[in-house]
């Protein structure tokens, strides 16, 4: 199983980007696909997590109104929609997976995601 991040960059604020998580390795039906992200000396926190099941759920009210998710299911691709970006948005961005046959979840703090990519790094300019 691999999931790869691609899409981070440098841009000013107020700019948009879209950052991609492409899973391989499974059937992307049966699995949960979130993004997460972790500022420099912060701890991780959940942004948005895209069920199996086609529910979603989003964990924190600072994107809320600037961030959305869209799933590609014939390309396995998870992606994140980031507009309006503030420099408080800078960190690395991951994307977790997690099948529940594999006793995995969607929740805030990740724990039940069980594959993870290895991040983009998205840098907000003032």
């Known amino acids: 199983v691999q999931l790869v991040e691609s899409g981070g960059g440098v841009v000013q604020a107020g700019e948009s980007l879209r950052l991609s998580c492409i899973v391989s390795?499974?059937?992307?039906?049966?699995?949960?696909v979130a993004w997460f992200r972790q500022a420099p000396g912060k701890e991780r926190e959940g942004l948005f997590c895209s069920a199996w099941s086609g529910a979603s759920a989003y964990y924190q009210e600072s994107v809320k109104g600037r961030f959305t998710i869209a799933r590609d299911t014939p390309k396995s691709t998870l992606y994140l929609e980031m507009n309006m970006l503030k420099p408080e948005d800078t960190a690395m961005y991951y994307c977790g997976g997690a099948s529940p046959h594999q006793d995995g979840f969607c929740s805030e703090s990740g724990a039940g995601m069980k594959y993870w990519g290895t991040g983009t790094r998205v840098t907000i300019t003032s």
């Open positions: 390795g499974i059937t992307f039906d049966d699995y949960s």
